[in-house]
């Protein structure tokens, strides 16, 4: 089992910066990836980022690649995700999400990942 707590919400003016935390616990040395996806209301849930664990690989959404960045510490068992430049249309609740296994473009998809976080409220004014 793994669990995921997601943190760093909060309201933001447009252009401005978020950095949201993913903290694991459990087996995280089995880990092959976390994620994070964001859902806007009536929207589905969509793929922003992930990571694999142990390699570092990273993998972004066309929607926010040059302004987001992933990484992870592996001995804090956490994964940032710093957000700039954000637009009203990254308002969503942002999830991450892990996957024991997997491998290349699998962390695209939301069905891949076996557990979730609560999701952490970001919203962005205009």
């Known amino acids: 089992q793994v669990q995921l707590v997601e943190s760093g919400g909060g309201l933001v003016q447009t252009g401005g910066s978020l950095r949201l935390s993913c903290a694991a616990s459990?087996?995280?040395?089995?880990?092959?990836?976390i994620g994070w996806f964001r859902q806007a209301p009536g929207k589905e849930r969509e793929f922003v980022a992930a990571?694999?664990?142990?390699?570092?690989?990273?993998y972004s959404a066309a929607a926010v690649k040059g302004r987001i960045t992933i990484s992870r510490d592996i001995a804090n068992s956490t994964v940032a995700l710093q957000m700039n430049s954000l637009k009203p249309e990254d308002t969503a609740v942002y999830y991450c999400?892990?996957?024991?296994?997997?491998?290349?473009?699998?962390?695209?998809?939301?069905?891949?990942?076996?557990?979730w976080g609560q999701g952490t409220q970001v919203t962005v004014s205009s």
């Open positions: 999400a892990g996957t024991l296994s997997g491998y290349g473009s699998t962390v695209y998809s939301r069905r891949e990942y076996r557990y």
């Open positions: 459990g087996r995280t040395s089995s880990m092959y990836a």
């Open positions: 990571i694999t664990w142990v390699g570092g690989t990273t």
